[in-house]
């Protein structure tokens, strides 16, 4: 490495550790529910980082991996394929270190994260279907003599899931001055299987009595997989942005998974809006499959007279969302109908009726 090299990578890490100072920690915010005694619910917001997103966190560990790695040089093109947050978080990264940087990504992603993206600096590559981003991504990098960040195959080895204050560890260490500091479950949607890897492990290295219990969508290909073993498995592709895979991603580690459920695109939906209005601010859809994920094992735990602390997160803003989730013609447009839903949620919350499991 040239001298000129050697001042740009330690200048690039200097920048992105002190983002990292800036930006490490997120608020964790319990909510009482009246119909819900004695279970205790905690969402960690993830949406008050800079980019708006968990995927900051996952987008600094991605660039550290590859300029530590040797892989992201100055004045390397950077390519990532995305369906959206985690190329808003990149694109703030790049910019941050004057690099150039192309997203791959559906065509059916939201326009505000495109809006964010080029705004950003970013230049977006779209394509018609889920599952053409790898290919096209790795194409983009290869003929402009870049690098591919690769969320999906990297999300897993370039945060350092023992500590360093990584989600997990922030996660339990907010939670030690509550009356259950060790939580029965932390329930987290799959997108690249990075967050999921990541606090599964954690809990097994700090020998944790809480179990991990992953939410998935539908067009999802990782319920399917891991409930028969069979990673091969393949599907259409989510309509809920950001998480759900067409293809069982090589961050996603069902080993250390200890339970699966999967929720219906109505449900995600429903439950983003009832929430929403609890917090008075729009959460997005993965943040509403989250929760919906919470209020199936809460159910579980009030039918057998338990009570229990459940944690999960919101993934971003539902602000991102205005033209889908919270627009009643495209779900019309899309044959997704959350009334029902919508009602069972709230019975279940303010009056404790009914259940999901």
């Given at each position: 490495m040239s001298q000129e090299e050697r001042v740009w990578t330690r200048r690039a890490i200097e920048l992105l550790q002190a983002d990292g100072q800036r930006s490490a920690d997120t608020h964790l915010v319990k909510l009482d529910f009246v119909g819900l005694?004695?279970?205790?619910?905690?969402?960690?917001?993830?949406?008050?980082?800079?980019?708006?997103?968990?995927?900051?966190?996952?987008?600094?560990s991605l660039f550290l991996y590859g300029i530590c790695n040797g892989r992201i040089r100055k004045g390397t093109a950077?390519?990532?394929?995305?369906?959206?947050?985690?190329?808003?978080?990149?694109?703030?990264?790049?910019?941050?270190?004057?690099?150039?940087?192309?997203?791959?990504?559906?065509?059916?992603?939201?326009?505000q994260k495109v809006d964010a993206i080029t705004a950003l600096g970013g230049r977006c590559h779209f394509v018609d279907n889920a599952?053409?981003?790898?290919?096209?991504?790795?194409?983009?990098?290869?003929?402009?003599?870049?690098?591919?960040l690769d969320q999906f195959t990297y999300a897993e080895r370039a945060t350092d899931w023992r500590g360093n204050n990584n989600i997990a560890d922030s996660m339990f260490r907010q939670m030690s001055g509550e009356a259950q500091p060790v939580p029965d479950w932390v329930v987290m949607s799959a997108g690249t299987g990075g967050t999921s890897a990541t606090i599964g492990r954690y809990i097994r290295y700090r020998n944790l009595e809480t179990r991990l219990c992953v939410v998935d969508v539908e067009g999802s290909a990782f319920y399917d997989a891991w409930q028969s073993g069979d990673m091969s498995i393949t599907a259409s592709g989510s309509r809920i942005e950001g998480i759900g895979r067409p293809r069982v991603e090589p961050s996603f580690i069902p080993g250390v998974v200890d339970q699966m459920i999967q929720v219906p695109d109505a449900a995600s939906i429903a439950a983003a809006r009832v929430l929403s209005e609890r917090l008075f601010r729009r959460v997005g859809g993965s943040t509403g499959t989250n929760f919906m994920g919470v209020l199936c094992l809460a159910s579980l735990a009030k039918a057998r007279g338990e009570q229990g602390a459940f944690v999960t997160l919101v993934c971003d803003s539902g602000d991102r969302y205005s033209n889908s989730y919270y627009n009643d013609d495209w779900l019309k447009a899309q044959g997704i109908d959350i009334a029902p839903w919508r009602a069972r949620i709230e019975a279940f919350l303010d009056r404790g009726v009914g259940g999901f499991m």
């Amino acid at each position: 490495m040239s001298q000129e090299e050697r001042v740009w990578t330690r200048r690039a890490i200097e920048l992105l550790q002190a983002d990292g100072q800036r930006s490490a920690d997120t608020h964790l915010v319990k909510l009482d529910f009246v119909g819900l005694p004695g279970i205790s619910i905690y969402l960690k917001d993830e949406s008050t980082h800079p980019t708006g997103s968990l995927k900051h966190r996952l987008a600094r560990s991605l660039f550290l991996y590859g300029i530590c790695n040797g892989r992201i040089r100055k004045g390397t093109a950077l390519v990532e394929a995305s369906s959206g947050s985690t190329a808003v978080s990149e694109a703030y990264f790049a910019r941050l270190l004057d690099l150039p940087f192309t997203a791959v990504m559906p065509r059916s992603t939201s326009q505000q994260k495109v809006d964010a993206i080029t705004a950003l600096g970013g230049r977006c590559h779209f394509v018609d279907n889920a599952s053409q981003v790898y290919e096209v991504a790795e194409a983009i990098a290869a003929e402009a003599g870049g690098y591919y960040l690769d969320q999906f195959t990297y999300a897993e080895r370039a945060t350092d899931w023992r500590g360093n204050n990584n989600i997990a560890d922030s996660m339990f260490r907010q939670m030690s001055g509550e009356a259950q500091p060790v939580p029965d479950w932390v329930v987290m949607s799959a997108g690249t299987g990075g967050t999921s890897a990541t606090i599964g492990r954690y809990i097994r290295y700090r020998n944790l009595e809480t179990r991990l219990c992953v939410v998935d969508v539908e067009g999802s290909a990782f319920y399917d997989a891991w409930q028969s073993g069979d990673m091969s498995i393949t599907a259409s592709g989510s309509r809920i942005e950001g998480i759900g895979r067409p293809r069982v991603e090589p961050s996603f580690i069902p080993g250390v998974v200890d339970q699966m459920i999967q929720v219906p695109d109505a449900a995600s939906i429903a439950a983003a809006r009832v929430l929403s209005e609890r917090l008075f601010r729009r959460v997005g859809g993965s943040t509403g499959t989250n929760f919906m994920g919470v209020l199936c094992l809460a159910s579980l735990a009030k039918a057998r007279g338990e009570q229990g602390a459940f944690v999960t997160l919101v993934c971003d803003s539902g602000d991102r969302y205005s033209n889908s989730y919270y627009n009643d013609d495209w779900l019309k447009a899309q044959g997704i109908d959350i009334a029902p839903w919508r009602a069972r949620i709230e019975a279940f919350l303010d009056r404790g009726v009914g259940g999901f499991m």
